[in-house]
């Protein structure tokens, strides 16, 4: 089965700073990975996914995220965040079983701070 | 457009009561989903239609109930509600293979008093 492990439940950081938001998986196939964000109020919107080819993957809004498949991570970053970054951030894989299911981390809630 | 649309927004409403969330998606997707966000955030499915065919049926209290009546719809019903399934309701749709993302509708926010 998989899991989704986000380890931040919260994660408060100056304005124009650096953020890393945590994410691993478990699983014993290949898997398809995705960040999303939730603004108050509002529907999850998809920042970016790894199917396959380059570890690096580059998102909306500044973000990028890198898989690390022998670490089981795929960690989301930005480099220098803004106030209108403050959401909820999740994490969810697929894979190749079963259909088309989603399973999604527990979240992480960013907040900027001015 | 909207891709995915729920109506209501917001739903308040008494214990005991049966209510109905509607969901539609105009991405021409097969695959549709609901999925409940509590109080924490945590987001927890509970149901997948894949061309108006369940797919995955989560531990979830058969007072509530799907029906897709055709690809682009999926509703739910929920019987005798409770205090409990206050939560935020969210339908999703995606084109059906592990390789592609699901977007999600607004959410319908459920108030049981």
């Known amino acids: 089965a998989q899991s989704v492990t986000q380890l931040d439940s919260q994660v408060p950081v100056f304005e124009e700073a650096p953020v890393e938001l945590r994410c691993n998986y478990s699983?014993?196939?290949?898997?398809?990975l995705f960040w999303y964000v939730q603004y108050p109020n509002q529907g999850l919107q998809l920042l970016l996914k790894?199917?396959?080819?380059?570890?690096l993957v580059k998102g909306i809004n500044g973000f990028e995220a890198e898989f690390n498949k022998s670490q089981t991570s795929f960690h989301l970053r930005k480099p220098s965040v803004h106030i209108s970054d403050t959401a909820e951030y999740f994490c969810?894989?697929?894979?190749?079983?079963?259909?088309?299911?989603?399973?999604f981390g527990t979240g992480t809630s960013l907040t900027v701070i001015p | 457009d909207t891709a995915v649309s729920q109506t209501p927004k917001y739903l308040v409403t008494q214990m005991g009561n049966d209510k109905s969330i509607k969901c539609e998606q105009n991405?021409?997707?097969?695959?549709m989903y609901w999925y409940k966000q509590d109080s924490k955030k945590f987001l927890k499915i509970m149901f997948s239609?894949?061309?108006?065919?369940?797919?995955i049926n989560e531990t979830v209290p058969n007072r509530f109930s799907p029906k897709s009546p055709d690809k682009a719809h999926l509703n739910l019903h929920i019987n005798s509600l409770e205090l409990g399934d206050s939560a935020v309701y969210f339908c999703?749709?995606?084109?059906?293979?592990?390789?592609?993302?699901?977007?999600f509708g607004q959410g319908t926010r459920l108030t049981v008093v």
């Open positions: 969810a894989v697929s894979d190749l079983r079963g259909g088309n299911q989603f399973y």
């Open positions: 999703a749709s995606s084109q059906g293979s592990p390789n592609t993302e699901a977007f």
């Open positions: 991405l021409g997707h097969d695959t």
């Open positions: 239609y894949n061309n108006k065919e369940l797919i």
């Open positions: 699983s014993s196939v290949s898997v398809y």
């Open positions: 790894y199917l396959s080819g380059s570890t």
